[in-house]
């Protein structure tokens, strides 16, 4: 109690309570501060509220405050430092992004400005970042006509949320600082910021590969082009290259059937034999098309196997008598005599392996071994081998031997001739045939070949390969029910003659309409179908019968055509016929494939007309109007009687197409030339008229090719070579036919 104590206690003891009430609590605090700034890992500040006034506690409490506020403030710091570090790191990235990409980014917001720009779109656009950057994109890079769709679009998106661009990669056109246009490839994506939004557009420069696009295109319609052009170009030598050598081989054939000496007649035959073969080989250089898409169709018939071999050999032996050499044939006792395939690939095999052995043999020996292997059921393998002492072939160019064009090398070019084709056409022909070939060879010690096909065995019954010793002529039995469909009057005429010389029962129809409904009323034994017809044509015709619903549907249908050309004999077997002539019609061939078609037997031809001995005045010929060759067969085939009513009746014919020729000429009728022509030019080879079936064809190809200019540039002058062709031909009636 202060009343008790005197003046002097009083002093002392209110000095001890302020000291302790306040100084040395406030000492204290002051000194926590003082450590507080150097060191904020002190703990609270403690006091005893019994022995501390108020006032000391709230301002010890606000020292703890200030305490915690510190320790927040440093983490907030912290936590910042954190975010700014992330913050450049991220944007250090992104600028490595956007410098090294090869695509052109433009940033903008949801007004269209554009808010980043990288320097590959500076490269593309021409833009310098300061020019574009808070400015419209729609002004500087989307061209004028375009503008508005890019707004529409970008209002449309902000109220429906709905954008077909984005997320998808479109090809677009965008405007280049200079004013041009340019292509571009462009992805769209959105960026959803928290009080905003932004779009990004990757864009990429397409002109190059544009170009290259149009170049590939440009390339591949030059290409068809081309290929257009070969392919005319090859139609067209076809036929001109197959009408002389057709005329080779009919002239040895008349020749053979006149008196000859025994060694005149083995020369015939050789020469005869050869013009085939090269017919053959011709048909197969000028359809190459066919042969590089691996189209070549083989035939599946009954052959004499063994006489193949002998009779290739022998076409060959001119060519070995001419150098000091001896061949060998050996043919194993086990091969099978007969066999079913295709006789004419297997010799052009044969001849391109025998040829190249005598042509790279100067002396020595050439072996030929022939061998079934594999022999099980009705399969067997045809196994040859064709072995030389010539001058070898090396190892490196053995591996290329095969592939087409090629020759062993340029040294063997120079010396020996050839177009390298032939041992390429080998390999595709035994491939065809389910078989492989090889060789193996040594420089100067000499070449083996060695080829392997599959074949079966055959019967000699079924056989169809004549021997060509053989005096017999397979005809069919008399009064045999033939129907011809054939829009030509001479043609008709032409073909009934020789029909009915041969004492067969003919009917004749001018269209495959007019041939659906013989076939569907009257029974036949088979029919003769010209290709090209009015009002229905022959393939069209063959289809429908094929609908029949009887057993008529199944008659053999034989096409006519003028045709020979590339995949001609696929379109005709895939509408339903069974085989086809070409015209001018032989009687020998149509006889044969009547006889082979009905079943008929063989029967003796004495030769009738084999000796027919026609007038012939070369000067009348004049570089083949009127070709003698057709007229000696068109007499042989039907009758020196009948022959001055055949050509007259052809030539009236001839000028009614011609009345129609004129007429398409003048309306510039492509479609009624093409028909006309092709009817006068094949009417015009049946009866002679050479070169006038020439003229006719060529203008024909034009129509086919859809060149109806160069077409009707030919058709006037077919009009005089017309002319001077019938004046001629009936100058040659006037003589008359012995």
Not at 686 to 696: D, E, F, R, T, V
Request: hydrophobic residues 40%.
């Amino acid at each position: 109690d202060l009343h008790r104590l005197d003046r002097r206690q009083r002093q002392m003891c209110i000095r001890d309570s302020i000291y302790w009430l306040t100084i040395k609590p406030l000492r204290r605090i002051i000194k926590y501060l003082t450590k507080l700034s150097t060191d904020k890992t002190l703990p609270m500040l403690m006091h005893s509220s019994s022995v501390t006034s108020r006032e000391m506690l709230l301002l010890s409490h606000s020292a703890n405050d200030l305490r915690t506020l510190m320790h927040e403030q440093e983490s907030r710091e912290a936590k910042l430092k954190n975010t700014l570090k992330a913050t450049h790191s991220s944007q250090a990235k992104n600028k490595a992004i956007l410098s090294s990409s090869l695509d052109s980014i433009i940033t903008i917001d949801q007004d269209g400005r554009v808010s980043d720009y990288n320097e590959v779109a500076q490269q593309t656009f021409g833009w310098q970042y300061d020019e574009i950057v808070g400015q419209p994109i729609v002004d500087f890079i989307i061209p004028d006509e375009m503008r508005e769709a890019h707004i529409q679009g970008m209002l449309k998106y902000i109220l429906t949320g709905e954008g077909p661009v984005l997320g998808q990669r479109v090809e677009l056109t965008a405007k280049h600082k200079d004013g041009h246009n340019f292509p571009i490839d462009i992805s769209i994506s959105k960026i959803d910021l928290a009080d905003t939004l932004m779009f990004t557009a990757f864009i990429r420069d397409i002109t190059a590969q544009k170009d290259h696009e149009f170049n590939l295109q440009q390339a591949r319609r030059d290409a068809e082009s081309a290929n257009r052009v070969k392919s005319g170009f090859l139609a067209t030598m076809s036929h001109e290259i197959r009408t002389p050598m057709n005329a080779i081989v009919g002239i040895l054939g008349l020749l053979r059937d006149t008196p000859l000496t025994l060694e005149q007649r083995h020369l015939v035959k050789t020469g005869r034999n050869s013009s085939e073969l090269l017919l053959t080989i011709i048909n197969d250089i000028l359809d190459f098309s066919k042969m590089e898409a691996d189209k070549v169709q083989l035939e599946n018939i009954c052959f004499d196997l063994h006489y193949l071999l002998s009779d290739t050999l022998e076409i060959l032996h001119p060519l070995i008598d001419k150098k000091p050499l001896t061949i060998e044939l050996i043919i194993d006792p086990t091969l099978p005599h007969f066999a079913e395939g295709d006789p004419d690939r297997i010799r052009q095999i044969l001849i391109n392996l025998i040829n190249n052995a005598i042509k790279f043999t100067l002396q020595g020996t050439i072996t030929i071994n022939a061998q079934a292997t594999n022999l099980e059921d009705e399969l067997f393998n045809f196994e040859c081998v064709i072995q030389d002492t010539g001058i070898g072939i090396s190892r490196e160019n053995q591996i290329i031997l095969f592939d087409e064009f090629m020759m062993a090398d340029q040294t063997h070019s120079r010396s020996f001739e050839g177009t390298g084709l032939g041992l390429a056409i080998c390999q595709r022909l035994t491939t065809l045939m389910n078989g492989s070939i090889n060789v193996d060879s040594e420089l100067d010690k000499g070449s083996t070949f060695t080829f392997s096909i599959q074949l079966k065995v055959g019967a000699k019954e079924d056989c169809n390969y004549q021997h060509e010793s053989s005096k017999t002529l397979k005809v069919p039995k008399e009064n045999t029910r033939i129907l011809v469909a054939e829009d030509n009057p001479a043609n008709q005429m032409v073909i009934k003659s020789i029909l009915e010389f041969a004492n067969q029962d003919v009917d004749i129809v001018a269209d495959g309409l007019e041939a659906l409904e013989a076939v569907s009323s009257r029974p036949y034994d088979i029919v003769f179908m010209d290709v090209s017809m009015p009002e229905m044509d022959g393939m069209e015709s063959t289809r429908m019968i094929r609908k029949l619903p009887t057993e008529k549907s199944k008659i053999p249908i034989i096409a006519l055509t003028a045709h020979a050309l590339s995949g001609d004999r696929e379109r005709f077997l895939a509408a339903g016929m069974d085989d086809y002539l070409t015209k001018p019609i032989q009687r020998s061939s149509i006889l044969n494939c009547i006889a082979h078609w009905t079943k008929s037997e063989e029967a003796s031809d004495n030769g009738r007309l084999d000796n027919i001995v026609l007038p012939l005045d070369e000067d009348e010929q004049l570089d083949g109007f009127v070709d003698e060759s057709i007229l000696i067969q068109l007499v042989k085939d039907t009758s020196a009687e009948i022959m001055p009513e055949l050509l007259l009746s052809y030539i009236d014919d001839a000028k009614v197409r011609l009345d129609n020729i004129q007429q398409a000429i003048k309306q510039h009728d492509a479609k009624t030339l093409e028909f006309e022509t092709h009817t006068l030019s094949s009417s015009a080879i049946a009866h002679g008229n050479h070169k006038l079936h020439l003229h006719a064809r060529k203008i024909e190809h034009f129509c086919i090719e859809n060149n109806s200019e160069q077409a009707f540039l030919l058709a006037s002058p077919l009009l005089n070579l017309a002319e001077t062709s019938f004046l001629l031909l009936e100058k040659r009636v006037k003589q008359g036919f012995k």
